[in-house]
T-cell receptor
Framework: QKEVEQDPGPLSVPEGAIVSLNCTYS??????FMWYRQYSRKGPELLMY????GNKEDGRFTAQVDKSSKYISLFIRDSQPSDSATYLC???????????????FGKGTHLIIQP | KAGVTQTPRYLIKTRGQQVTLSCSPI?????VSWYQQTPGQGLQFLFE???????NKGNFPGRFSGRQFSNSRSEMNVSTLELGDSALYLC???????????FGQGTRLTVV
């Protein structure tokens, strides 16, 4: 079983729709949760990060973490064609004994917003 | 504020050669980590440095190594290159170990 599962898509939605992206994970020690956006041939861009459970909102983006279900989500409201990209979830346990193990990434969901 | 800078952006090397990639982190960030990204495996953690000390290392062979300098700049080295080492190598910097990280544009390495 992979540590972080993410549907690769592609996920195609019309412009203006609400997009829901999700990841599940198996390591209950993860404490930090991040969402990145990656355009083709570019490095990942940090969109949101949260510590432990709860919701966080930033403009059109909302991140949710449910540690009891080991499930995280990213919602994009009023989606735009410029949101078309690959979205990667990442998580980490910075407090593990002996040193943390970096960020563990999902494989990414390819999102297409149709004009 | 300048972002994470990686050089070079593109490299073509021959099997058996070695390569050194460079990374300059965001000013004030003392943690630098390296990742390998391939279509099949996605983003995989190589290693992380904080204040010139390697804090952790991913599941990669010893041919992959790195170091961090006193100004937080970092280099990674791959020796005896193999065709399978062709990938996008990404550097990221952060304020603290294994927390939200900011990535550079990557170095695309092609081994022929």
């Amino acid at each position: 079983q992979k540590e972080v599962e993410q549907d690769p898509g592609p996920l195609s939605v019309p412009e203006g729709a609400i997009v829901s992206l999700n990841c599940t994970y198996s390591n209950s020690a993860f404490q930090y949760f991040m969402w990145y956006r990656q355009y083709s041939r570019k490095g990942p861009e940090l969109l949101m990060y949260t510590y432990s459970s709860g919701n966080k909102e930033d403009g059109r983006f909302t991140a949710q973490v449910d540690k009891s279900s080991k499930y995280i989500s990213l919602f994009i409201r009023d989606s735009q064609p410029s949101d078309s990209a690959t979205y990667l979830c990442a998580m980490s346990d910075p407090f593990s004994g002996g040193g943390a193990d970096g960020l563990t990434f999902g494989k990414g969901t390819h999102l297409i917003i149709q004009p | 504020k300048a972002g994470v800078t990686q050089t070079p952006r593109y490299l073509i090397k021959t099997r058996g050669q070695q390569v050194t990639l460079s990374c300059s982190p965001i000013s004030g960030h003392r943690s630098v980590s390296w990742y390998q990204q391939t279509p099949g495996q996605g983003l995989q953690f190589l290693f992380e440095y904080f204040s010139e000390t390697q804090r952790n290392k991913g599941n990669f062979p010893g041919r992959f190594s790195g170091r961090q300098f006193s100004n937080s700049r970092s280099e990674m080295n791959v020796s005896t290159l193999e065709l399978g080492d062709s990938a996008l190598y990404l550097c990221a910097s952060s304020l603290r170990v294994s927390t939200e990280a900011f990535f550079g544009q990557g170095t695309r390495l092609t081994v022929v």
